[in-house]
């Protein structure tokens, strides 16, 4: 049996082609968000990006995680969206917290967490979603998320909060103005995404206290926001997924151990533990 299994948050998507004997083929492109992108975008992209990757391979089965796919419109969106590009394939579809899960915690009980572009949580009992810490997107929420400490390192420069050292830095790097960013954030498509990029600067500058102070405070309203609702936290391990996870895992350690919570598993992306849970 061939499966595609997908996993697609906002910024980007990695597809994995599992193949029998478990040859698998690995690719990616741009992240499918039903809130950002409609239909006719989403079948353009999946035909000029995936299909000359699949090279008419015959798929049984495609196993599709996304974010925004816990809403019921927007997971219908996106699996007639597959089945217009791709055939009418059997097409199962589940958000990106169950991606986490999955491949955090497998078929064990945990505390699933995601930092990545977005952010989110949730206690997974070891076959299914329990209890989910609801997030509110990146205007309201998205507390930890890389478009949560974009935007403060945002407001540090446009509010003129950085150090001189840091600002010199930021100019160097992103060559750009307060103009320019406000055309980005407030008119231009996927906003959330263009203040992720940012978060990058706080990984080039770790040990000014500035960009500590930052990452500590950012990741901590995600402890504070969401991990402390979930009472099954105290009795198991609490694993993470994403790019912002996986960069700063020391400053996870740290949070974890001062509000006594025991740290499991840190992955830059799910992929590999959803190739496992599929094969």
């Not at 103005?177 to 263009?194: A, D, G, T, V």
Request: hydrophobic share 40%.
């Amino acid at each position: 049996m061939v499966k595609l299994i997908v996993d697609s948050g906002a910024t980007k998507a990695e597809w994995c082609l599992l193949m029998e004997k478990g040859k698998k083929k690995t690719f990616f492109t741009q992240g499918i968000s039903p809130y950002f992108l409609n239909k006719d975008q989403i079948i353009d992209l999946l035909k000029k990006k995936v299909l000359p990757k699949l090279k008419n391979a015959t798929i049984d089965e495609i196993h599709y995680y996304g974010t925004g796919c816990a809403n019921i419109e927007n997971a219908t969106l996106v699996k007639t969206s597959l089945q217009a590009a791709l055939g009418k394939i059997n097409i199962k579809i589940n958000h990106d917290l169950t991606a986490a899960a999955r491949a955090l915690c497998g078929h064990e009980k945990g505390v699933a967490c995601i930092l990545g572009t977005g952010s989110g949580s949730c206690f997974y009992n070891g076959k299914k979603i329990a209890k989910i810490s609801t997030g509110l997107g990146y205007v309201l929420g998205d507390e930890g998320s890389g478009a949560f400490l974009g935007k403060k390192v945002l407001q540090h420069y446009l509010y003129n909060i950085f150090e001189e050292e840091l600002m010199a830095k930021f100019d160097t790097k992103f060559a750009t103005s307060k103009n320019e960013i406000l055309e980005y954030i407030y008119k231009k498509p996927l906003p959330n995404r263009y203040m992720a990029s940012y978060s990058m600067f706080l990984a080039e500058n770790r040990g000014h206290y500035m960009i500590e102070n930052i990452i500590e405070d950012g990741l901590n309203e995600f402890f504070f926001q969401h991990l402390l609702r979930i009472n099954e936290i105290w009795k198991t391990k609490v694993h993470f997924v994403g790019a912002v996870a996986f960069g700063f895992k020391d400053v996870l350690k740290e949070l974890c151990n001062s509000y006594g919570f025991e740290l499991g598993s840190v992955l830059k992306n799910p992929m590999q533990g959803l190739v496992t849970y599929h094969q």
